[in-house]
């Protein structure tokens, strides 16, 4: 069988669709191309001496790893050239990176978090890379943070990629969201998972169930229910998985349903949730919605959230359209 490439698909939906101008064309092509070199350094790991700590905090007070910083780096090399960026920001950075004069600049915006799940990496769990793209808002020359505090339905892209047994890369442009798997040997992204869809049921949940005393009365009550099974009010038994990368039991999610919650609790009065908002909440927010699934902060739909701040933090209740709207649901009655 003949597969697609990603960069026939790209241009499929330039030429034929219209649905994409050549500048969010290499955007993704240079994004693929980043995660094609992440996934090598991933994949050779202590061979390449890039495991472990760097010995120094990201701004979000995180002990950063030394793939954090090399992922970082390649997202940024890859796409600072092109002339379609005006500004990129990331995890990793505390405030934006701007696009140096001798390169032009472009009208998009692009915010990813370079190695998610990053706690795994030592282990040889899978990690992933999560991207999300905006529109500079007009008359902005140098975007600074400001530019990026856009809602999330305002993402133009948003894809992420799994560094697993294989590499991923799943991708929305705004309608549906289509899967390439990288082949290691020819560097191609082919089309194998087209027209991904989540189912609106599940039986499957994943939550850090070590969290549970901090919970607030809702999730509390939601897993309750879960974990009692076909005796509870439920009447049916439900199973779990965590592989504690968001991007992994995202993908477990697109691939066969489940819900996934980060839920707000008070551990941290100071923090409301642990991912962040703008490169973890919203791209996968915008990736499962089009998937069909839905994605919440218990109270209100993540991608409506206006943000106020680049790495401001928020709940996450994340998945199959019937249990996401059953946890907002119980937010509503508590
Ligand atoms: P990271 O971007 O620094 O890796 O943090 C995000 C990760 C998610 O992938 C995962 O769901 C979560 O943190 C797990 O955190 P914890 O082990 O603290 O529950
Ligand atoms: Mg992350």
Redesign the pocket.
């Known amino acids: 069988m003949r597969r697609i490439t990603l960069t026939q698909y790209l241009v499929e939906q330039q030429r034929e669709r219209a649905a994409i101008c050549a500048d969010l064309r290499l955007l993704v092509t240079l994004v693929a191309r980043a995660v094609q070199a992440i996934s090598v350094a991933v994949g050779k790991g202590a061979l390449a001496g890039v495991l472990g700590d760097m010995g120094r905090e990201n701004v979000q007070g995180?002990a950063q790893k030394k793939l954090d910083v090399i992922a970082n780096e390649i997202l940024l090399e890859a796409n600072e050239w092109g002339g379609h960026l005006a500004a990129m920001a990331s995890?990793e950075m505390a405030a934006p990176h701007s696009i140096p004069h001798r390169y032009p600049k472009g009208e998009y915006l692009l915010v990813f978090?370079p190695?998610?799940?990053?706690?795994n990496i030592d282990v040889n769990i899978a990690v992933g890379t999560i991207f999300s793209v905006l529109r500079c808002p007009e008359g902005v020359a140098d975007p600074g943070e400001e530019a990026f505090l856009q809602a999330g339905r305002t993402q133009v892209c948003a894809g992420y990629a799994v560094y697993g047994a294989a590499t991923l890369l799943v991708l929305t442009l705004g309608s549906g969201v289509h899967g390439f798997t990288l082949d290691r040997e020819s560097g191609q992204f082919y089309l194998t998972h087209p027209d991904m869809s989540i189912p609106a049921d599940t039986r499957e949940y994943a939550i850090?169930a070590s969290?549970a005393r901090f919970w607030e009365p809702p999730v509390r009550r939601y897993i309750d229910e879960l974990n009692a099974g076909s005796a509870g009010p439920r009447g049916l038994n439900f199973n779990m998985r965590w592989v504690?990368?968001?991007?992994a039991?995202v993908h477990r999610i697109m691939t066969r349903g489940g819900i996934f919650l980060?839920p707000r609790d008070t551990k941290d009065i100071a923090k409301p949730g642990?991912?962040r908002l703008l490169y973890?909440a919203n791209p996968m927010a915008l990736i499962v919605e089009q998937a069909g699934g839905a994605a919440s902060d218990g109270r209100m739909r993540i991608l409506d959230i206006e943000p106020d701040g680049l790495h401001q933090r928020v709940a996450v209740i994340i998945g199959s359209r019937n249990e996401v709207e059953r946890v907002v649901s119980y937010h509503l009655v508590a």
């Not at 190695?115 to 706690?119: A, E, R």
């Not at 504690?244 to 991007?247: D, F, I, L, Q, R």
């Open positions: 995180e995890e978090d190695l998610d799940g990053s706690s850090n969290n504690g990368s968001m991007v039991d980060y642990k991912l973890e």
